[in-house]
């Protein structure tokens, strides 16, 4: 039986609209972090080096970046072309625009066959927790087990974007199998860690709440075996994102727990 939702039926009739709209705004964010400015008629100019006048000589700016901020539309390749060329390269558009997020915050999970070619694709201190060998055998395969508490733990104390979208992938992955424990574990670490990674990247962080809400939905809203819940507030990431702003080697308390050494027969200390 499918790991139910918390959420009314009549939430995914928006859903799509806030994936799209949190895309935009990432896209966005990045534009803003990089040119120190939140004015979308203050980029038109410092961008595309352009300030258009309507047929009266009245100002007419094309609203491109403030529909990106919006959600209302995300950039075209020849826009990600120019940005990319315009901050030699320091502002990758596309990057932002096609991070695998967006795909697993869909309303249906994506089909198995992506997930797994995700994570073979992952960086490899990702796959040298998540495979028995970190490179495909030589039949170019890599042998998908189901991963331990002390493999899902490790790839959330990487607390990078890219530990991030896999510990999502595998909470889809469990869903896909109906596995309650491998959708819960991977999607409570990916909470714990929300807040390092919006402090780590400022397109995430601008305006993240609706980003936050998508997520939400679809990790951070199930209810498991037995009619088990548990809540994962939007306060706890604002105030842990508090204590980053004033201490980035803060601290906090994490619902997923600790990652306990074992040792070994050799008595060394095996994490």
């Known amino acids: 039986m499918p790991i139910s939702f918390l959420i009314q039926p009549d939430e995914w009739i928006s859903h799509k609209k806030q994936v799209k709209s949190a895309r935009g705004t990432v896209c966005f964010g990045a534009l803003a972090a990089h040119f120190g400015t939140e004015s979308a008629r203050a980029l038109e100019w410092r961008v595309d080096r352009r300030e258009p006048y309507d047929c009266d000589g009245d100002l007419s700016p094309s609203?491109?970046?403030?529909?990106?901020?919006?959600?209302k539309a995300l950039p075209h390749d020849e826009s990600v072309d120019r940005i990319h060329a315009r901050t030699a390269g320091a502002v990758r558009l596309g990057f932002w625009r096609d991070l695998p997020l967006w795909e697993l915050l869909g309303s249906q999970a994506p089909p198995i066959s992506w997930m797994l070619r995700l994570l073979e694709k992952s960086p490899v201190n990702i796959r040298r927790i998540l495979f028995a060998d970190d490179q495909a055998s030589r039949y170019g395969r890599f042998h998908h087990a189901v991963p331990t508490r002390t493999q899902i733990l490790g790839i959330r104390n990487l607390y990078s974007l890219d530990a991030f979208i896999v510990l999502l992938c595998l909470a889809r992955k469990g869903e896909v199998l109906e596995d309650?424990?491998?959708?819960f574990l991977p999607s409570a670490c990916a909470f714990d860690i929300f807040p390092r990674i919006l402090y780590s990247h400022r397109p995430l962080r601008y305006r993240w709440e609706g980003l936050f809400t998508c997520i939400e939905r679809l990790f951070w809203n199930r209810v498991y075996l037995d009619?088990?819940?548990?809540?994962?507030?939007?306060?706890?990431?604002?105030?842990?994102?508090?204590?980053?702003?004033?201490?980035?080697?803060?601290?906090?308390?994490?619902?997923?727990?600790?990652?306990?050494?074992?040792?070994?027969?050799d008595n060394i200390p095996v994490t």
Do not use: T
């Open 180 to 183: 309650d424990p491998q959708h």
């Open 227 to 265: 009619g088990i819940y548990y809540r994962f507030p939007i306060e706890v990431i604002r105030a842990n994102l508090a204590l980053l702003d004033a201490n980035p080697s803060s601290c906090f308390h994490q619902i997923s727990g600790k990652r306990l050494s074992v040792v070994s027969e």
């Open 63 to 71: 609203h491109k970046y403030l529909r990106w901020r919006q959600g």
